[in-house]
């Protein structure tokens, strides 16, 4: 019996030292292992350069004795990066600390109560650099519960040579953008007028909020729905004459991602495209076909009068199940630093959320375009900050793209879309 | 008295997993989709049969179905035509039948999700295959006019195999003697078909349309590697669309609504499906 | 002869159907980068086996394919062993209500995943048996075991009652009777059943999508649906991961056709 009992112990800790070793898969060095702690630090796939990162996270393990941090990659879409974080949390999952955050969540995950609140990290002095609608994103109730880390906004991207080569000025309004691109497509062979993401997912939300506010249309005031209206029907009407009254945008933008439409352009075959800051490092490459053929310039005006962006962008949370809060917290706080926001905006090329940073000439001799990025990140719009935005948008994305794919006219794509938001948005009521 | 008991032993652990992983979430759904249930925001609240009158006015569900409705025909008159051709064909005498029967049995049972990818890259507009073999320029998964047919393409191929398999065994089970005997009295190869074979493997026939039927009508992972359901839901079934409400957003409730809708109507059409195979003559 | 030459051809053509897309799979699979993106040259010119290489590499795609494996085997092994009892049961021990009790596995069979799919993560939750293969395992041998309880029950009652009955006079038990005679002698239907379990588990999307997280319990189906990739889809890796997945399973149809056949028309001749 006493020898049954024995073997059964020896091999439980075979199998459990086995599955500790297992477990463990970098290569940190076990000799320090006992009194090291870890932190890992949970973020998409870094566009550009990911050096700088790594160096920021070794400096933090150098000033932080004891602690190292593993940096994972999920490499997956925002859709999907968000159904990995939803059902991990919901599982009070402890297998990361710190993690990136797109902006559209951060209500969210607040309200599911997964977020530390951060609130002491970010005093209120300290939240005058932050461009304000971060500051607006990142709060819920009042309280902190993301750190401001990188911030994009809606661009549109043209080709100057062409539109210098047949006269055309900058384009500033969406009648602007259709006159240049039907007279220009019309002459230049295998050229596509206008590509955008248009494929049923969250970035076709992004493009489509641009049309709905610079036409003068909202999606929720008051908490209720405001989408079915007759601003919001023109501009959705004014999308699709992209595709099929004006053919400057092709058919198969109903497929386009960001990369997709970036390749498209990069490679020369459009006049305009609508994408976020990170293309316009890729078209600054020398071997890049249209090297020095770009020009960037705000989203074209509607009827409205304004030009609105959609603001996006990545932001840093702490896991409320995480076992050393503390230590990330601290992290959170280190790589959103002003000095670690400047590395990565030389370093990598991220947009920094620190309005001071748009001032600073060692980065603006490196990267002179940010300098115009400043004025677009003040004015971008925020997509309807609600914890029950991701439902929306599912509902929003479908309607959008079935109103620009023609299975529905925009008003009926409108009426459903007001329907299922009323329905989403009448759970918090009695 | 004790032998008595002692039999029913050999059910029990298969009894008990049936219990715990069918019968008992089959209760539990039922309570679910009676609830207004958010599990992210820990909301929970009693609704009665709201969920299921949202249901009835949402037209995201209707047209889901429809989807659904529209790939189960489709799919499963073509798998059953090309099948039935494909079985008369291996059931004649040649060389190789134990290969073939092999090569046949290849699509339906590499993993469905392989499969998808793989027609995924056939129907890519720009670089596919398809397009490039049939000198056309269609835009098989990006257009709301194809997706829904590409994806029942792609079961077809992916099915018929198995419609084909049970074709043949019930083939196969044919006495020749009534072969000879339709021969002697000067039966035509067409006759033959119709007097004797088509009848004699009627029931096999109804078994493979009862089977495919109610599995085609569940259907996810084909559709929803190939195409997620979009472009614009054109191609969503309703269990995907369950899928995405219970996970992508967890509302527990009305998902299970919808889910709940799916085995409703699975129990309805093995109902209609087996009243009119009980009334069938050939 | 024209005749029998127009069978040849009608049967290759058949072939041709059922194999042109994994053949297609399998040339891209050998394309390079560069090739992969222009049509034609249909066949690669500069074939490569780089993309086996990533992906055999890729330590996420090995921990798929190791946790499939583990997934199946179990599967079938707890499938066999509990359908194997029943079976046994139903077909020997002349229970008051077999019939019924067959005719509700095989409604149990029939009805959709996604149905109880909100529950049962209710309930692997509360288990702590999320993100696990012994959830998988778990979940998969009780769904695949109306299939093996059908297979099963109708090799059982091929064998011949007075075999049973010989051996009781023999003293044998039951149970003995079960493992000694019955086991033996269903080797055939064993055989199939194991191998159409064993497919089923290592094909399955619907659970495991739902119910693996992470590289501790993703099985290969999922890892090749969300095969990561953010500029764009890297086509030859998934052809590559796809070719590697389906050998087993091919390897597995060209050994036991016939058995995969035997077992599918007993699962179905009876319904």
């Known amino acids: ?430 | 008295m004790k032998r008595f008991g002692l039999k029913y032993l050999y059910l029990l652990p298969a009894m008990l997993v049936l219990m715990l992983v069918t019968i008992y979430p089959l209760v539990h759904v039922v309570a679910l989709s009676l609830h207004r249930k958010l599990l992210i925001f820990d909301i929970s609240r009693f609704v009665g049969f709201a969920n299921f009158e949202f249901m009835l006015g949402d037209s995201r569900f209707w047209t889901a179905l429809g989807n659904t409705a529209y790939f189960t025909l489709v799919s499963v008159a073509l798998e059953l035509a090309i099948g039935l051709g494909i079985a008369l064909l291996l059931n004649r005498s040649f060389k190789g039948r134990g290969l073939m029967r092999s090569v046949v049995l290849l699509p339906w049972a590499i993993p469905t999700v392989v499969s998808a990818k793989m027609w995924e890259w056939i129907y890519n507009a720009d670089y596919g295959v398809l397009n490039y073999l049939l000198n056309i320029d269609i835009n098989w998964l990006g257009s709301p006019a194809w997706a829904l047919n590409a994806a029942v393409l792609m079961d077809v191929w992916k099915t018929t195999p198995f419609v084909a398999i049970l074709l043949l065994a019930a083939l196969q089970d044919i006495p020749d003697d009534l072969y000879r005997a339709a021969r002697v009295d000067g039966a035509g190869t067409l006759k033959i078909l119709q007097r004797i074979t088509l009848p004699m493997i009627l029931p096999m026939i109804w078994v493979v349309v009862i089977f495919r039927t109610l599995d085609a009508f569940r259907v996810f992972d084909a559709v929803y590697v190939l195409t997620g359901g979009g472009p614009a839901g054109s191609s969503e079934t309703l269990s995907i669309y369950a899928y995405n409400l219970l996970f992508q957003t967890l509302q527990f409730g009305y998902g299970s609504a919808v889910a709940l809708s799916v085995f409703i109507c699975v129990g309805l059409i093995t109902l209609v499906l087996i009243r009119a195979m009980r009334r069938s003559e050939w | 002869m024209v005749k029998r030459g127009a069978m040849y051809l009608l049967l290759l053509v058949v072939a041709l159907f059922c194999t042109w897309p994994i053949l297609w799979q399998f040339i891209t699979s050998l394309k390079p980068e560069a090739e992969l993106i222009s049509l034609p040259p249909v066949l690669p010119n500069k074939p490569t086996i780089s993309h086996y290489q990533s992906v055999l590499l890729e330590s996420s795609f090995i921990a798929a394919l190791k946790n499939s494996f583990l997934v199946a085997i179990f599967t079938t092994l707890i499938s066999l062993a509990f359908g194997g009892l029943a079976a046994f049961a139903l077909a020997k021990l002349n229970l008051i209500g077999s019939s019924l009790f067959l005719a509700a596995i095989l409604s149990i069979s029939m009805f959709p995943p996604i149905a109880t799919i909100s529950p049962l993560y209710v309930l692997v939750n509360s288990f702590g048996l999320r993100d696990t293969v012994l959830a998988l395992v778990g979940l998969y041998s009780t769904f695949s075991l109306p299939l093996s309880v059908w297979i099963l029950t109708s090799f059982f009652k091929s064998v011949p009652d007075e075999l049973l009955q010989a051996a009781r006079v023999d003293g044998c038990s039951t149970f003995q009777i079960f493992y000694k005679i019955m086991l033996p002698v269903c080797m055939p239907g064993l055989i199939a059943t194991t191998i159409l379990v064993f497919i089923f588990s290592w094909n399955e999307f619907l659970l495991a999508l739902t119910f693996s997280v992470t590289e501790a319990s993703r099985t290969v189906p999922v890892a090749i649906a969300l095969f990561p990739g953010l500029h764009e889809v890297p086509w030859g890796e998934i052809s590559a991961a796809s070719i590697v997945v389906t050998a087993p399973i091919g390897l597995l149809v060209f050994m036991f056709q016939r058995k995969i056949v035997a077992g599918l028309t007993a699962g179905s001749v009876k319904g």
């Not at chain 1, 599911?112 to 932050?130: K, Q, T």
């Open chain 1, 1 to 430: 019996m006493r020898l049954l009992k024995n073997l059964i112990k020896y091999s439980l800790l075979t199998v459990c030292s086995f599955s500790a070793t297992a477990g463990c898969s970098s290569p940190v060095g076990s000799s320090r292992a006992a009194s090291t702690r870890t932190i890992v630090f949970k973020h998409g796939k870094i566009f550009g350069d990911s050096g700088p990162l790594k160096t920021l996270l070794r400096e933090f393990e150098v000033n932080n004795p004891g602690v190292s941090v593993l940096d994972e990659e999920l490499p997956s879409s925002t859709d999907e990066q968000h159904q990995f974080y939803v059902i991990n949390l919901q599982g009070e999952s402890a297998s990361f600390d710190v993690f990136a955050l797109d902006v559209i969540w951060i209500s969210e995950f607040a309200r599911a109560g997964w977020l530390r609140n951060l609130s002491d990290s970010l005093p209120v002095a300290a939240r005058e650099d932050f461009f304000s609608a971060t500051i607006d994103a990142v709060t819920y109730r009042e309280q902190i519960y993301a750190l401001p880390w990188v911030i994009g906004a809606g661009l549109l991207y043209y080709r100057k040579d062409l539109l210098e080569k047949y006269g055309f000025a900058p384009p500033q309004s969406w009648t602007d953008v259709v006159a240049a691109a039907s007279q220009i497509t019309a002459k230049e062979s295998n050229l596509h007028g206008f590509v955008w993401q248009g494929k049923q997912y969250e970035g076709l939300v992004c493009n489509s909020l641009e049309y709905l506010w610079t036409f003068g249309g909202k999606v929720i005031e008051d908490g209720h729905s405001v989408i079915n209206s007759k601003e919001n029907i023109n501009a959705l009407k004014m999308m699709r004459s992209m595709i099929y009254d004006f053919h400057i945008t092709p058919e198969f933008v109903t497929t386009l991602t960001e990369e997709p439409s970036r390749r498209l352009f990069g490679a020369g075959r459009a006049l305009f495209m609508r994408n976020w800051p990170y293309a316009w490092s890729l078209f600054e490459q020398t071997s890049s076909p249209v090297y020095n053929k770009v020009g960037v310039t705000t989203i074209p005006r509607g009827p409205a009068g304004e030009s609105y962006a959609t603001l996006g962008g990545w932001h840093l949370g702490v896991n409320k199940y995480s076992r050393s809060p503390e230590l990330a917290q601290k992290l959170a706080r280190f790589l959103t630093s002003a000095y670690a926001a400047k590395k990565l905006a030389l370093g990598t090329g991220h947009e920094p959320t620190r309005r001071s940073l748009y001032k600073d000439p060692e980065l603006l001799r490196k990267h002179p375009f940010k300098r115009k990025l400043k004025d677009i990140f003040e004015k971008a719009r925020p997509r309807p900050v609600t914890p029950y935005y991701m439902m929306i948008s599912q509902v929003m994305q479908r309607e959008f793209s079935a109103a620009i794919s023609r299975i529905k006219t925009p008003q009926h794509a409108l009426v459903d879309a007001h329907d299922q938001i009323e329905h989403i948005l009448a759970i918090e009521k009695q």
